[in-house]
Nanobody
């Protein structure tokens, strides 16, 4: 069983920055594909960014150039650096780990972008 614990959410003004972290338990973190998703109020959960076990990254179009996903295998942690935040980025952000057909989710961390 893998546990994922997100942190780093909060209230930020438009144009501001945050860095989310997702710490994973388990000794095979380096083999996981890691992703960030988000769910805005009244909306379906949507994929935001992915970094696979080899370090390749992909982003949904709306965050390209503003968000950066990275991982530190020694710390078993994945990060999401979010710059130039917009009110529409307001959501609960979830971390997801995939290993084969096994999927794990974190509990989420709330990000609110508002003046």
């Amino acid at each position: 069983q893998v546990q994922l614990v997100e942190s780093g959410g909060g209230l930020v003004q438009p144009g501001g920055s945050l860095r989310l972290s997702c710490a994973a338990s388990g000794s095979i973190f380096r083999f996981y594909n890691m992703a960030w998703y988000r769910q805005a109020p009244g909306q379906q959960r949507e994929w935001v960014a992915l970094i696979n076990s080899e370090g390749s990254r992909n982003y949904t179009e709306s965050v390209k150039g503003r968000f950066t996903i990275s991982r530190d295998n020694a710390k078993a942690t994945v990060y999401l650096r979010m710059n130039s935040l917009k009110p529409e980025d307001t959501a609960v952000y979830y971390c997801k780990a995939t290993y084969g057909r096994t999927v794990y989710w974190g509990q989420g961390t709330r990000v609110t972008v508002s003046s």
